[in-house]
């Protein structure tokens, strides 16, 4: 199982930018579809974008479309989002997953980097 370590968060001024970084350990990293999700206070965890084993394919949750972009490096077992044009409906909690090639979801997670956008 992959083992999954956000880090970038912090606070930002609304209009701003961020850059998460999710560093993956374990074999087979280019195996996976790697995603990232977040969780607002007293709200439900929501996809916000995911990004194919390969990187040819991204899609995005389409309040964040236009503004973030997903990457991955698969020599450095890493992926990338790249956020812009923050706005305060942004601040949560973001977690780095990983879904396994033959997985239903999932099912691997990180402990989460706050991301806190002022107004």
């Known amino acids: 199982q992959v083992q999954l370590v956000e880090s970038g968060g912090g606070l930002v001024q609304a209009g701003g930018s961020l850059r998460l970084s999710c560093a993956a350990s374990?074999?087979?990293?280019?195996?996976?579809?790697m995603g990232w999700f977040r969780q607002a206070p007293g709200k439900e965890r929501e996809f916000v974008a995911s990004?194919?084993?390969?990187?040819?394919?991204?899609y995005y949750a389409d309040s964040v479309k236009g503004r973030f972009t997903i990457s991955r490096d698969n020599v450095k077992n890493t992926i990338l989002l790249q956020m812009n044009s923050l706005e305060p409906e942004d601040t949560a909690v973001y977690y780095c997953?990983?879904?396994?090639?033959?997985?239903?979801?999932?099912?691997?997670w990180g402990q989460g980097t706050q991301v806190t956008v002022s107004s």
């Open positions: 990004i194919a084993r390969s990187g040819g394919s991204t």
């Open positions: 374990g074999p087979t990293f280019s195996t996976y579809t």
């Open positions: 997953a990983a879904r396994g090639r033959f997985e239903g979801g999932f099912r691997s």
